[in-house]
């Protein structure tokens, strides 16, 4: 299961008049619902006053500003319009200077410790050389002591730690080879008794007792084709097989009279005997003979084949897997010999061979397997003077690859170390020089004066661009670092209202998130947004709202940079408080997929007692997941989770029908049967499946027709009612919804709403 991630505040631990003992364990970005009195403003009070909070390791409050939006905050900072503490952000040219003369402090400091880090070891650079080369030649040695055992006859000359590590720097071309198969080669190449051994010959020919005449008989009853009485009361008794075998042994002698009863036969009974044992009769009868006498030759010559396989053959080569295989195959054949002989005697009978064709072709297998080793060993018996040179080639390459990190580190670490030999020098007076111009730039950067106009600007655009007349923020004169708030005549103002009121201290606190009081220090933030939208008309929510989600999204580059929508991560967690339905929407649209770093939580406040519930569930992708859910949605979005859970035929389709009919007929502008000829008549082959060798399929196009006579009910959905809860999956009528969609070019929405990839 996927776990969510962990950012600066790991835990927060809630003992209050309210809570009691709850823990949260927030990701990057939180979002809190709930309502006037549930304890929200407590958790934030909590995370300002660094309160029950456990830090990822490493960490503190003192490492990050934490930030809370919430009235305490406005009291504060907007008693006196007249002395509004200034603001210092990080694009303001002050805090640029400051990161210089941090960046000049930092590369003063490393060139005075190259400067004598390189002068000290200007004297030990040839001794370090040394000890590389020893420790070179020792890691060589040792781990290749095996392969030095098994090739002894190809280490001749080099059996030295020196010598031996020479030759190994020498391979031109390192190069792996497989051990077991050298090792093979070099037994034979420095073998002097080694000779060469004859290959084993593979048995029979590409003719096999399936295809051999009367081999088709074998499963089928052999009987006379004659229609008459006799041959029917024959079949009749399963006779057949006895009535030949006595006629054919009483005939001669029985004179015209029944063997047994010794009454004169009929006439003609000779000529209905032979009747019943017609030419074809015959003809099989000949075909089962002679497949007898051909399978027993046959057989019999491939099994001498592979017996004389078995005479003087490679020692290494391993035979018991073959003997097991003749064994099973002999047997096999004996066992069809006696199958054989009964059908001969009993035609009738129905014969089911053993399968040795399957056996003939894994004998077969082995023979080559075994004839590769052969020629292998033949090989290396013809030619042993180029073997042995070629084996003893391939061992060093082999060595060579073997040691290939140990000789790229030490060829590395030579040039390395003879370059810093011959640099020393010319580094440390390069370090001093570099030492003294830093020492003069911070001087320089220090004279100069920060300000604070960047953060009046952004304050005083954004007041603009939201409609506020009557009054701005300006530097107070003759006081450095103070704004005032001021109405156009110049005076100042003291009697804003409370929504007003409200939006300057968010913007102020929106440039203090990017900047701070100090210009001596910037740091990171935690920020907690505290219910910020009281008493703001809709337009001032809307800008709030996009406030918000760009310091969503500067949050978010902390856990993700790719595609990024705003520059930053100064934000290193987020907290986010509210009530208000309609700006929860506003904020979090988007959000419910991110689910490793965005979490939901719902307050609940039941008898004095608050509770946070984590707002995950089960994946309805992947049961072995979770996936977070939003408490607050409106009416339509409902509709939509009912869909996705309904498994009842009938309810669903009262979703469907007002889901249709709310999202193509109120809010595209269809009519109801516009809808129906879009579907039905010009996307009809998308609900029609096509039949190979049938009719088409028409399942589809009639459950979408039963869906479209719902819609164009008089009650409509009204987007007016929000309400507060979580839902949770259905089959064919579902698949015919979706098509509908797509039919209509609204594919996207439809994704949108399931929460699914486009």
Same mark, same amino acid.
Request: proline share 2%.
């Given at each position: 299961?996927?776990?969510?991630?962990?950012?600066?505040?790991?835990?927060?631990?809630?003992?209050?008049?309210?809570?009691?003992?709850?823990?949260?364990?927030?990701?990057?970005?939180?979002?809190?619902?709930?309502?006037?009195?549930?304890?929200?403003?407590?958790?934030?009070?909590?995370?300002?006053?660094?309160?029950?909070?456990?830090?990822?390791?490493?960490?503190?409050?003192?490492?990050?500003?934490?930030?809370?939006?919430?009235?305490?905050?406005?009291?504060?900072?907007?008693?006196?319009?007249?002395?509004?503490?200034?603001?210092?952000?990080?694009? /303001?040219?002050?805090?640029?200077?400051?990161?210089?003369?941090?960046?000049?402090?930092?590369?003063?400091?490393?060139?005075?410790?190259?400067?004598?880090?390189?002068?000290?070891?200007?004297?030990?650079?040839?001794?370090?050389?040394?000890?590389?080369?020893?420790?070179?030649?020792?890691?060589?040695?040792?781990?290749?002591?095996?392969?030095?055992?098994?090739?002894?006859?190809?280490?001749?000359?080099?059996?030295?730690?020196?010598?031996?590590?020479?030759?190994?720097?020498?391979?031109?071309?390192?190069?792996?080879?497989?051990?077991?198969?050298?090792?093979?080669?070099?037994?034979?190449?420095?073998?002097?008794?080694?000779?060469?051994?004859?290959?084993?010959?593979?048995?029979?020919?590409?003719?096999?007792?399936?295809?051999?005449?009367?081999?088709?008989?074998?499963?089928?009853?052999?009987?006379?084709?004659?229609?008459?009485?006799?041959?029917?009361?024959?079949?009749?008794?399963?006779?057949?097989?006895?009535?030949?075998?006595?006629?054919?042994?009483?005939?001669?002698?029985?004179?015209?009279?029944?063997?047994?009863?010794?009454?004169?036969?009929?006439?003609?009974?000779?000529?209905?005997?032979?009747?019943?044992?017609?030419?074809?009769?015959?003809?099989?009868?000949?075909?089962?003979?002679?497949?007898?006498?051909?399978?027993?030759?046959?057989?019999?010559?491939?099994?001498?084949?592979?017996?004389?396989?078995?005479?003087?053959?490679?020692?290494?080569?391993?035979?018991?897997?073959?003997?097991?295989?003749?064994?099973?195959?002999?047997?096999?054949?004996?066992?069809?010999?006696?199958?054989?002989?009964?059908?001969?005697?009993?035609?009738?009978?129905?014969?089911?061979?053993?399968?040795? /064709?399957?056996?003939?072709?894994?004998?077969?297998?082995?023979? /080559?397997?075994?004839?590769?080793?052969?020629?292998?060993?033949?090989?290396?018996?013809?030619?042993?003077?180029?073997?042995?040179?070629?084996?003893?080639?391939?061992?060093?390459?082999?060595?060579?690859?073997?040691?290939?990190?140990?000789?790229?580190?030490?060829?590395?670490?030579?040039?390395?170390?003879?370059?810093?030999?011959?640099?020393?020098?010319?580094?440390?007076?390069?370090?001093?020089?570099?030492?003294?111009?830093?020492?003069?730039?911070?001087?320089?950067?220090?004279?100069?004066?920060?300000?604070?106009?960047?953060?009046?600007?952004?304050?005083?655009?954004?007041?603009?661009?939201?409609?506020?007349?009557?009054?701005?923020?300006?530097?107070?004169?003759?006081?450095?670092?103070?704004?005032?708030?001021?109405?156009?005549?110049?005076?100042?103002?003291?009697?804003?209202?409370?929504?007003?009121?409200?939006?300057?201290?968010?913007?102020?606190?929106?440039?203090?998130?990017?900047?701070?009081?100090?210009?001596?220090?910037?740091?990171?933030?935690?920020?907690?947004?505290?219910?910020?939208?009281?008493?703001?008309?809709?337009?001032?929510?809307?800008?709030?709202?996009?406030?918000?989600?760009?310091?969503?999204?500067?949050?978010?580059?902390?856990?993700?940079?790719?595609?990024?929508?705003?520059?930053?991560?100064?934000?290193?967690?987020?907290?986010?408080?509210?009530?208000?339905?309609?700006?929860?929407?506003?904020?979090?649209?988007?959000?419910?997929?991110?689910?490793?770093?965005?979490?939901?939580?719902?307050?609940?406040?039941?008898?004095?007692?608050?509770?946070?519930?984590?707002?995950?569930?089960?994946?309805?992708?992947?049961?072995?997941?979770?996936?977070?859910?939003?408490?607050?949605?409106?009416?339509?979005?409902?509709?939509?989770?009912?869909?996705?859970?309904?498994?009842?035929?009938?309810?669903?389709?009262?979703?469907?029908?007002?889901?249709?009919?709310?999202?193509?007929?109120?809010?595209?502008?269809?009519?109801?049967?516009?809808?129906?000829?879009?579907?039905?008549?010009?996307?009809? /082959?998308?609900?029609?499946?096509?039949?190979?060798?049938?009719?088409?399929?028409?399942?589809?196009?009639?459950?979408?027709?039963?869906?479209?006579?719902?819609?164009?009910?008089?009650?409509?959905?009204?987007?007016?009612?929000?309400?507060?809860?979580?839902?949770?999956?259905?089959?064919?009528?579902?698949?015919?919804?979706?098509?509908?969609?797509?039919?209509?070019?609204?594919?996207?929405?439809?994704?949108?709403?399931?929460?699914?990839?486009?």
């Amino acid at each position: 299961m996927t776990p969510k991630m962990s950012s600066a505040i790991k835990k927060i631990t809630l003992n209050t008049p309210t809570f009691n003992g709850d823990v949260v364990e927030p990701t990057f970005i939180n979002f809190f619902y709930g309502r006037n009195g549930a304890g929200k403003s407590t958790i934030a009070q909590a995370i300002g006053a660094n309160t029950g909070l456990l830090w990822q390791d490493g960490k503190s409050a003192a490492d990050y500003d934490i930030l809370v939006y919430d009235q305490d905050f406005i009291n504060n900072n907007l008693q006196n319009y007249g002395n509004l503490a200034g603001v210092f952000t990080v694009c /303001d040219t002050n805090i640029e200077i400051q990161k210089q003369v941090e960046q000049k402090t930092a590369e003063r400091a490393s060139f005075d410790e190259q400067y004598r880090t390189l002068t000290t070891a200007a004297g030990s650079k040839q001794d370090a050389m040394t000890a590389s080369l020893s420790t070179f030649q020792n890691a060589c040695w040792e781990k290749s002591k095996s392969i030095r055992d098994a090739f002894d006859e190809a280490m001749k000359g080099k059996k030295r730690i020196n010598l031996f590590a020479e030759s190994v720097l020498s391979v031109p071309t390192p190069a792996e080879h497989d051990l077991a198969a050298l090792k093979k080669m070099y037994d034979i190449a420095f073998d002097t008794s080694a000779t060469v051994y004859k290959l084993f010959s593979r048995a029979g020919s590409s003719t096999t007792y399936g295809k051999l005449p009367g081999k088709d008989l074998m499963d089928k009853a052999i009987v006379g084709s004659s229609e008459s009485t006799f041959t029917a009361f024959m079949k009749a008794l399963h006779a057949t097989d006895w009535v030949r075998q006595g006629h054919d042994h009483y005939v001669a002698g029985a004179d015209g009279k029944c063997p047994f009863c010794q009454q004169k036969l009929p006439a003609g009974f000779d000529d209905e005997i032979a009747a019943c044992f017609d030419a074809q009769y015959q003809q099989d009868i000949d075909d089962i003979t002679e497949f007898q006498a051909t399978y027993s030759r046959e057989t019999g010559a491939i099994l001498d084949t592979l017996q004389t396989n078995l005479q003087d053959v490679l020692a290494t080569v391993d035979l018991v897997e073959y003997k097991d295989k003749i064994a099973l195959l002999k047997s096999s054949i004996e066992i069809n010999k006696q199958r054989i002989s009964g059908k001969v005697k009993e035609p009738t009978s129905i014969v089911a061979l053993e399968d040795t /064709d399957s056996l003939l072709i894994e004998i077969g297998t082995l023979i /080559d397997d075994i004839n590769r080793q052969i020629k292998a060993n033949n090989d290396v018996v013809n030619d042993k003077k180029a073997k042995k040179a070629a084996c003893v080639n391939q061992v060093w390459e082999h060595l060579a690859f073997m040691l290939s990190r140990d000789v790229a580190t030490y060829k590395a670490e030579q040039a390395k170390l003879k370059k810093e030999a011959d640099d020393l020098t010319a580094k440390a007076t390069a370090a001093r020089r570099a030492f003294n111009a830093a020492t003069g730039d911070i001087a320089e950067l220090n004279k100069q004066v920060v300000n604070t106009q960047a953060a009046i600007a952004s304050i005083n655009a954004l007041l603009k661009d939201s409609g506020f007349q009557g009054f701005s923020l300006r530097e107070k004169t003759g006081v450095p670092n103070v704004y005032e708030v001021v109405r156009e005549d110049g005076s100042i103002a003291v009697k804003l209202s409370e929504g007003e009121r409200n939006f300057i201290a968010f913007l102020y606190f929106y440039n203090l998130v990017r900047g701070s009081h100090s210009s001596e220090e910037v740091k990171d933030k935690i920020v907690v947004i505290d219910d910020p939208v009281s008493s703001m008309d809709s337009n001032t929510l809307f800008i709030v709202s996009a406030i918000i989600r760009e310091m969503v999204e500067v949050c978010y580059n902390n856990t993700d940079y790719r595609d990024n929508t705003v520059q930053g991560d100064y934000i290193k967690q987020i907290f986010i408080l509210t009530h208000n339905v309609y700006f929860h929407r506003e904020i979090t649209y988007r959000q419910v997929s991110r689910y490793k770093s965005v979490s939901f939580y719902m307050i609940h406040k039941t008898d004095n007692v608050s509770t946070v519930k984590l707002c995950d569930k089960e994946s309805e992708g992947c049961p072995t997941e979770k996936e977070n859910y939003n408490p607050v949605q409106n009416s339509y979005a409902a509709l939509w989770d009912e869909f996705r859970v309904l498994k009842s035929t009938i309810p669903l389709l009262n979703v469907i029908r007002r889901i249709l009919e709310y999202y193509f007929l109120q809010l595209c502008g269809y009519e109801g049967t516009d809808i129906r000829k879009v579907v039905l008549e010009k996307n009809k /082959d998308k609900f029609v499946t096509p039949v190979e060798g049938g009719q088409p399929d028409y399942e589809k196009y009639q459950l979408a027709s039963s869906m479209l006579t719902y819609i164009n009910n008089p009650q409509g959905i009204s987007d007016g009612l929000n309400y507060v809860e979580d839902c949770v999956d259905a089959g064919q009528y579902k698949t015919v919804f979706k098509l509908i969609f797509d039919s209509l070019g609204q594919i996207q929405h439809y994704n949108m709403m399931m929460g699914q990839e486009a």
